[in-house]
């Protein structure tokens, strides 16, 4: 490295050196930054995710609930869950494929609930009674399979929304964990550049007051 000799020379390494230090400083908050919005971004698509998946699970079990309902007491007011979920449905499907489609694993599972989502609603609608609302359209028989079809497909749509629930609140975790160790990388950043900066300030203090005294002291010698 090359000393510069001249007041000037110390005075701008005694200036540049601290300033390289807390532009490296601002750097690496902005890059905190940026991994905070990103994490925020995430973790909002977790709570996206998790509050639309259980809120698609409460409709359909409601919807399959109000059905067996109106086979029990054909009374069209138990049809009122079926027919708000066929028509919020293809939303919020939409809105869990939006969420999940960083993650392929996850992709695949809202493919599975919409699966199953849709296979109840198929067998509801294959019952024709929703539509026509008719007492006679189905007989016991057809009644209790429907019933225990309905029911097999509501639990594997449990099935399927705990798993996807449970995968998202494990990559929300990782997420978590990784945000935190880089928080506390910047934290060592940090304080071991403002900790270098303030022994590089007064090494170079010390350094430009010595500069100086020597030459004082020649100009001292001369005069």
């Given at each position: 490295?090359?000393?510069?000799?001249?007041?000037?020379?110390?005075?701008?390494?005694?200036?540049?050196?601290?300033?390289?230090?807390?532009?490296?400083?601002?750097?690496?908050f902005s890059?905190?930054?940026?991994?905070?919005?990103?994490?925020?971004?995430?973790?909002?698509?977790?709570?996206?995710?998790?509050?639309?998946?259980?809120?698609?699970?409460?409709?359909?079990?409601?919807?399959?609930?109000?059905?067996?309902?109106?086979?029990?007491?054909?009374?069209?007011?138990?049809?009122?869950?079926?027919?708000?979920?066929?028509?919020?449905?293809?939303?919020?499907?939409?809105?869990?494929?939006?969420?999940?489609?960083?993650?392929?694993?996850?992709?695949?599972?809202?493919?599975?609930?919409?699966?199953?989502?849709?296979?109840?609603?198929?067998?509801?609608?294959?019952?024709r009674v929703?539509?026509?609302?008719?007492?006679?359209?189905?007989?016991?028989?057809?009644?209790?399979?429907?019933?225990?079809?309905?029911?097999?497909?509501?639990?594997?749509?449990?099935?399927?929304?705990?798993?996807?629930?449970?995968?998202?609140?494990?990559?929300?975790?990782?997420?978590?964990?990784?945000?935190?160790?880089?928080?506390?990388?910047?934290?060592?950043?940090?304080?071991?550049?403002?900790?270098?900066?303030?022994?590089?300030?007064?090494?170079?203090?010390?350094?430009?007051?010595?500069?100086?005294?020597?030459?004082?002291?020649?100009?001292?010698?001369?005069?």
């Amino acid at each position: 490295m090359i000393v510069p000799a001249s007041i000037l020379g110390r005075a701008i390494v005694l200036v540049a050196i601290p300033s390289l230090v807390l532009v490296a400083l601002l750097a690496a908050f902005s890059v905190a930054r940026r991994r905070e919005a990103e994490a925020q971004r995430s973790s909002l698509q977790t709570r996206s995710v998790l509050d639309e998946s259980q809120r698609l699970l409460t409709q359909l079990v409601d919807a399959q609930a109000g059905f067996r309902g109106f086979l029990i007491a054909r009374d069209a007011a138990f049809l009122v869950p079926y027919r708000e979920v066929r028509g919020a449905l293809p939303k919020a499907l939409d809105s869990l494929r939006s969420a999940s489609r960083d993650h392929p694993r996850q992709h695949a599972r809202v493919a599975a609930v919409a699966r199953h989502a849709s296979d109840m609603l198929v067998l509801f609608r294959s019952a024709r009674v929703i539509e026509s609302e008719r007492a006679g359209a189905l007989t016991p028989g057809s009644e209790r399979e429907i019933v225990l079809q309905g029911r097999a497909l509501t639990e594997g749509l449990r099935q399927e929304v705990a798993a996807l629930r449970d995968e998202e609140q494990r990559l929300d975790d990782v997420r978590r964990d990784v945000l935190l160790r880089a928080d506390q990388r910047l934290l060592a950043v940090v304080v071991g550049g403002a900790g270098a900066a303030l022994f590089a300030v007064m090494a170079l203090g010390v350094w430009f007051h010595r500069g100086i005294s020597i030459r004082v002291a020649r100009l001292t010698d001369t005069a």
